[in-house]
């Protein structure tokens, strides 16, 4: 593979745009997407990071029979010991919106990151040890369950892989939606690997909006749809980012993508009084 090293990373998230979800190694991903995003940092370094972690978990997983046998309590403890103990991984609260923190290669040299990057590093080392395991979309706060023979366990990564049960969930969503908020059906959302890698390129997307950086942040949207190209949403997002810039035709490629792909609903149907309107712009 040739080009700039940003080429390259993009080539690889194209390819992996291709896979079925089950096949995505979600730690190489993360890291693909990293280097776009910081293209001076030495990638190759936390790639090693990552195999290291890898080999590790193997390690511990063969080394640990109850783990081995299917013990989610032992496979938990494993895990956060490597992870947390071992190898120092925190939850990053005192300055949580640093944009480092959302950059796998900065995550792995700072040994600090946002829930959402702690639990790929989750992922990737329950995948290497071949124990099951799924980010979980609970509002406010990225999850990881950790399967077993048993059922899952609810893992708060950010907070070092603690186990949360009903009252810890329920404590949860109050500090999310407020002291009326309590746990109901739905709260606890199985997520592919291309949600949870887009839920990690998301955070660094809207705090590029935050600062009012609206090409930097088209420019992750566009990054985000190679491993999701199917994804009607983001190509919304990206016509009305377009839109603001006035790049009418960009705007209206993306707008009709969006609806061949979603073309009934609430969203649809102000997608297509738009796309009226900026055709007659163009006329």
Same mark, same amino acid.
């Given at each position: 593979?040739?080009?700039?090293?940003?080429?390259?990373?993009?080539?690889?998230?194209?390819?992996?745009?291709?896979?079925?979800?089950?096949?995505?190694?979600?730690?190489?991903?993360?890291?693909?997407?990293?280097?776009?995003?910081?293209?001076?940092?030495?990638?190759?370094?936390?790639?090693?990071?990552?195999?290291?972690?890898?080999?590790?978990?193997?390690?511990?997983?063969?080394?640990?029979?109850?783990?081995?046998?299917?013990?989610?309590?032992?496979?938990?403890?494993?895990?956060?010991?490597?992870?947390?103990?071992?190898?120092?991984?925190?939850?990053?609260?005192?300055?949580?919106?640093?944009?480092?923190?959302?950059?796998?290669?900065?995550?792995?040299?700072?040994?600090?990151?946002?829930?959402?990057?702690?639990?790929?590093?989750?992922?990737?080392?329950?995948?290497?040890?071949?124990?099951?395991?799924?980010?979980?979309?609970?509002?406010?706060?990225?999850?990881?369950?950790?399967?077993?023979?048993?059922?899952?366990?609810?893992?708060?990564?950010?907070?070092?892989?603690?186990?949360?049960? +009903?009252?810890?969930? &329920?404590? %949860?969503?109050?500090?999310? =939606? $407020?002291?009326? !908020?309590?746990?109901?059906? @739905? *709260? #606890?959302?199985?997520?592919?690997?291309?949600?949870?890698?887009?839920?990690?390129?998301?955070?660094?997307?809207?705090?590029?909006?935050?600062?009012?950086?609206?090409?930097?942040?088209?420019?992750?949207?566009?990054?985000?749809?190679?491993?999701?190209?199917?994804?009607?949403?983001?190509?919304?997002?990206?016509?009305?980012?377009?839109?603001?810039?006035?790049?009418?035709?960009?705007?209206? +490629?993306?707008?009709? &993508?969006? %609806?061949?792909?979603?073309? =009934? $609903?609430?969203? !649809?149907?102000?997608?297509? @009084? *738009? #796309?009226?309107?900026?055709?007659?712009?163009?006329?």
């Amino acid at each position: 593979m040739s080009g700039t090293p940003e080429e390259e990373a993009r080539a690889a998230l194209d390819a992996v745009g291709q896979l079925p979800d089950d096949e995505i190694d979600i730690g190489a991903a993360a890291l693909q997407f990293a280097r776009i995003d910081a293209p001076e940092a030495d990638w190759r370094a936390a790639g090693g990071l990552l195999s290291d972690l890898a080999r590790q978990a193997v390690e511990n997983a063969t080394a640990d029979a109850r783990a081995d046998a299917g013990d989610v309590e032992a496979r938990r403890a494993a895990l956060a010991r490597l992870l947390h103990s071992d190898w120092g991984f925190a939850g990053d609260a005192a300055t949580y919106e640093d944009p480092r923190n959302a950059n796998l290669i900065h995550v792995l040299e700072r040994r600090r990151g946002l829930p959402v990057a702690l639990g790929i590093l989750w992922l990737h080392v329950a995948d290497a040890a071949g124990w099951a395991a799924h980010g979980v979309d609970f509002p406010g706060h990225f999850l990881v369950a950790l399967g077993s023979a048993r059922g899952p366990a609810l893992l708060d990564v950010f907070g070092g892989g603690v186990a949360l049960g +009903a009252p810890e969930l &329920r404590a %949860l969503i109050k500090a999310v =939606e $407020g002291p009326k !908020a309590e746990l109901r059906p @739905g *709260l #606890v959302v199985p997520m592919t690997r291309r949600a949870v890698l887009l839920r990690l390129q998301n955070n660094i997307k809207l705090r590029r909006l935050r600062a009012g950086h609206l090409e930097a942040a088209l420019t992750c949207t566009r990054d985000m749809l190679r491993i999701a190209p199917d994804h009607a949403a983001l190509w919304r997002e990206a016509g009305l980012m377009e839109q603001r810039l006035d790049r009418i035709g960009a705007a209206l +490629a993306s707008l009709d &993508r969006s %609806l061949e792909l979603e073309p =009934e $609903g609430e969203a !649809a149907s102000r997608i297509r @009084g *738009l #796309v009226e309107e900026l055709r007659n712009r163009l006329n």
